[in-house]
């Protein structure tokens, strides 16, 4: 089935889910949530946040857990122009990031963006995922793991596979963890996750709920291709390491500068948007 996809529902919203201890980065994160790692003298959340800004995003709605005063003080209530509203998860040593999601379900009532606080991208990545339904991937490599899809002729997404789950001949393309989601499939999403939480599921990822809604055909996704410009995901030491390499000065030469206008926002009032060398690209693990 083809799914038609309004152009007048640009999204404005985004919601970052950093409730994680982030154990795999200790001790990096025995201090600092996971999204204030540091990846070449700015932190995660920094580079999220100024993408967001060049983007246009109004509002952003954070879930907190491990250390979340850090991320509060951090952030504030304002951040250039996006207003922040903080969700706290007090179960967030013994969920996972379906429970993470769940507890947006009351604070958010539009289209928004979801995103990971371990991710670092080229900011221009953003610009054909403002509009719902899409999730962004990449063209899956041998090096990578963890969930991936299949896509039909439409370029939706078909089916969510585990890694190293045999799609039959398929090509399989690697999910980066960001989805532009509208009201209407967000509203089946709640549904779904109410009826996992309420049966105990709190350790499942969400993806498990959205393979079970594109299986029935409840929910659509188009792809977003993530190739040919740099991506990571941090979860460990060795991931932070790769990062660092793949946006570090000596790969990139930067074309623009964004400046942040909060007066206070960070201690870096301009950001270097980046372009990668032709043949690199971004790799990502399993989410945590």
Request: hydrophobic letters at 40%; proline letters at 4%.
């Amino acid at each position: 089935m083809k799914h038609s996809y309004p152009n007048n529902e640009r999204v404005t919203t985004a919601l970052l889910l950093a409730a994680g201890i982030g154990s795999r980065l200790y001790p990096l994160t025995r201090n600092e949530p996971k999204c204030l790692t540091i990846v070449n003298a700015m932190s995660i959340l920094e580079r999220l946040i100024s993408s967001l800004n060049q983007h246009g995003f109004k509002r952003l709605v954070v879930i907190t857990g491990h250390l979340e005063n850090h991320i509060r003080d951090f952030l504030g209530n304002q951040a250039g122009d996006i207003k922040i509203d903080y969700i706290f998860s007090p179960l967030y040593k013994t969920t996972n990031n379906i429970y993470s999601l769940w507890m947006a379900r009351e604070i958010i009532n539009e289209p928004f963006l979801l995103l990971e606080s371990d991710l670092v991208f080229d900011e221009s990545l953003l610009d054909d995922m403002l509009y719902p339904d899409r999730i962004a991937v990449a063209r899956m490599q041998p090096w990578m793991d963890g969930t991936c899809v299949t896509i039909n002729q439409f370029q939706q997404v078909k089916a969510f596979w585990a890694g190293n789950a045999d799609s039959f001949g398929a090509i399989k393309y690697k999910t980066v963890n960001i989805y532009s989601i509208s009201l209407n499939s967000w509203h089946c999403i709640v549904k779904k996750l109410d009826q996992q939480i309420s049966e105990g599921r709190v350790n499942d990822y969400y993806e498990t709920v959205f393979a079970e809604m594109i299986a029935d055909g409840s929910l659509f996704f188009k792809i977003v291709s993530f190739d040919g410009k740099p991506w990571y995901e941090i979860d460990t030491i060795e991931d932070l390491a790769e990062a660092e390499k793949l946006f570090s000065s000596d790969n990139y030469t930067p074309t623009e500068f964004v400046t942040l206008s909060h007066p206070d926002f960070f201690n870096i009032q301009s950001i270097n948007a980046v372009t990668p060398p032709q043949e690199t690209r971004g790799i990502l693990n399993v989410a945590k």
